[in-house]
């Protein structure tokens, strides 16, 4: 597996159509790991594999009959740096980033961490999300004006009730594939091309398939 998590190994493993990366970002302490876990608890069965420096949820979903495996990255510490490692960016096809209502300097810190985004993915859809609003519903009222001045979708959630989270995750399992199948973005071309290559390079040596590449996206 490389770094992106992106295999062939995995969309075997998992009978997967397709599969996505979605990543998370914001401060420590504003409810990424949280988030993550709501949503994969709510009746999915999540699979776990941890490192000290980063947590990676597989699940799968499906979606217009195909089945969409979808990592979902979740990291633990390095953001106390305010930076994140290159590979965890990579290949990354949406960005969940999240700011706690109750805490200003997490939302302060948002362009930040949306410049460190762009750098390394300049075209994947990013979703903002206000956490927390379960200890204070006043909050819904104020305006959090970054996410409408960057043109990006906005969610007020609650990973202590569940209040927005599935349809955060749901949003962002959505854009990503949709990212994926009509990206511009040159590194992508290019890494679509190799895998389609790549599907070419087998059909020829299994002649015996009869499998049609129907409904997949990249067979035109
Ligand atoms: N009231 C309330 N507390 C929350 C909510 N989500 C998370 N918390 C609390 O906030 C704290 C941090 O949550 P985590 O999910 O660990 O935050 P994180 O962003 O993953 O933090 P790091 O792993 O350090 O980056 C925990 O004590 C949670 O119980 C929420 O929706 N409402
Ligand atoms: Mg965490």
């Avoid at 190994?9 to 996505?20: M, S």
């Avoid at 960005?95 to 985004?117: A, G, H, S």
């Avoid at 190799?194 to 059909?203: A, P, R, T, W």
């Amino acid at each position: 597996m490389d770094a992106g998590g992106i295999s062939d190994l995995d969309l075997e493993k998992y009978d997967a159509d397709e599969q996505v990366k979605i990543i998370c970002l914001g401060d420590s302490a504003v409810g990424k790991s949280k988030l993550m876990e709501r949503f994969l608890m709510d009746g999915y069965r999540p699979q776990q594999l941890s490192t000290y420096a980063l947590t990676l949820y597989k699940y799968t979903t499906t979606i217009n009959g195909q089945t969409i495996l979808v990592d979902f990255w979740d990291t633990a510490g390095q953001e106390r740096f305010q930076s994140m490692h290159p590979s965890y960016y990579h290949k990354s096809h949406a960005c969940i980033m999240v700011f706690d209502v109750q805490r200003k300097i997490t939302y302060k810190n948002l362009p930040n961490w949306y410049k460190e985004l762009r750098e390394y993915r300049p075209e994947i859809p990013c979703l903002v999300v206000a956490n927390k609003i379960d200890a204070d519903i006043k909050v819904t009222q104020k305006s959090f004006n970054f996410a409408k001045k960057q043109g990006l979708p906005f969610y007020f959630v609650s990973a202590a009730d569940g209040t927005n989270v599935v349809k955060v995750f749901k949003d962002a399992i959505q854009m990503a594939l949709s990212y994926k199948k009509n990206s511009n973005d040159f590194m992508d071309e290019v890494m679509r091309e190799l895998e389609n290559f790549d599907l070419e390079s087998k059909e020829e040596t299994s002649d015996k398939e009869e499998e049609t590449q129907e409904g997949k996206p990249d067979s035109a």
